[in-house]
């Protein structure tokens, strides 16, 4: 059987230097290569089946790497390293894309069996976490009903208007969406506000809803 190559990403060379030693005495398992920042990790052209992304990784650099993951190398399972048990950082990684995690307090075995058991396209998730994903699923399908009768409605939307309701969708912060589109954050609340009003909705998560839907209802 071909051993699970890994690439280690994390902007800690002793860190780095740690996974690989301990992961290289591991049978089965394969260090593709370790790297610092993610666009070292985006230039990377070898084969990996997973990846290990340290979620302190600067300028929101795991999610840029899942994304990546996501439009590109869809057979990589993405694992997040270093996060705390925090129920709605766990959930902001899995609605980004990454199968797995692994807690700070989490140990080597844990690790190591979570790489394993997520090359075999499997998750691994506490009871909690498993509950607040149910909730969470629960939450949106009351957030679509919620909005539904409003798509194909009169809502017109400015191009750039357009474009921050796409980031909305995407998770980001109105700070992210300010330093994603090059402007001041008064004017993304500005853009936000304005967009809640012609679509009608109370508040963020609807308006991604909204989004949602459209782009189900053209498919």
Known sequence: MNPIRVLIIHETELILNMLD??????EGIEIASHVQAVDEALKYPGEYQVALISVSLPDNGAR??????GENK???????????ES???????????AEGYVLKEHDVEDLIQRIRVTA?????VS????????????????????????????????????????LIGEGLTNQEIAEELHIEIGTVKNHVHSILMKLDVENREQAAAFLALGEQTSD
Do not use: C, N, W
């Open 21 to 26: 030693s301990i992961l290289e005495e591991e």
């Open 64 to 69: 840029e790497f899942l994304d990546f993951l």
């Open 74 to 84: 869809p057979e990589v399972h993405g694992i997040v390293i270093g996060m705390t």
């Open 87 to 97: 129920k709605a950082q766990i959930l902001k990684y899995i609605e980004a894309g």
């Open 120 to 124: 075999q396209g499997k998750s691994m």
């Open 127 to 166: 009871r909690g976490v498993a509950r607040a994903i149910m909730d969470r699923l629960a939450k949106l399908a009351g957030l679509f009903s919620t909005v539904e009768d409003a798509i194909g409605g009169a809502a017109e939307l400015t191009p750039r208007e357009e474009e921050v309701l796409d």
